[in-house]
Nanobody
Framework: QVRLRESGGGSVQSGRSLRLSCKVL????????VAWFRQSPEKGREGLAA??????SPTYHPTLEGRFTISEDKGTVYFQMTDLKPEDNAIYYC?????????????????WGQGTQVNVSS
């Protein structure tokens, strides 16, 4: 049994950075992937990055600009965001998958956190 707890969201000015955390409660090695998604009224739910828990290797959505980094340390999956822009405003979720599949398809993920809000002002 795995649960996810996000933290680290907040309100920042454009150009600043934030690091989101996703604490995996339970055995992270029982999962196959842990990913970060975001949801906004304008764009809906978007998959951003996924981390393969067996070896920590990251995969990023092809449309990302290189401003985001996913990593893992001691059962917490981090999402470092730099040069934030107003279009990054969203609720950010982490999610865990126990099996493979399309990494950026929300339906492939089995467990979700409660989300953390990010607000970027210009």
């Amino acid at each position: 049994q795995v649960r996810l707890r996000e933290s680290g969201g907040g309100s920042v000015q454009s150009g600043r950075s934030l690091r989101l955390s996703c604490k995996v409660l339970g055995n992270i090695k029982s999962t196959k992937w842990v990913a970060w998604f975001r949801q906004s009224p304008e764009k809906g739910r978007e998959g951003l990055a996924a981390l393969q828990t067996s070896d920590g290797s990251p995969t990023y959505h092809p449309t990302l600009e290189g401003r985001f980094t996913i990593s893992e340390d001691k059962g917490t999956v981090y999402f470092q965001m730099t040069d934030l822009k107003p279009e990054d405003n969203a609720i950010y979720y982490c999610a865990a998958a126990f099996t493979g599949g399309s990494l950026f398809t929300a339906a492939n993920y089995d467990v979700w956190g409660q989300g953390t809000q990010v607000n970027v002002s210009s």
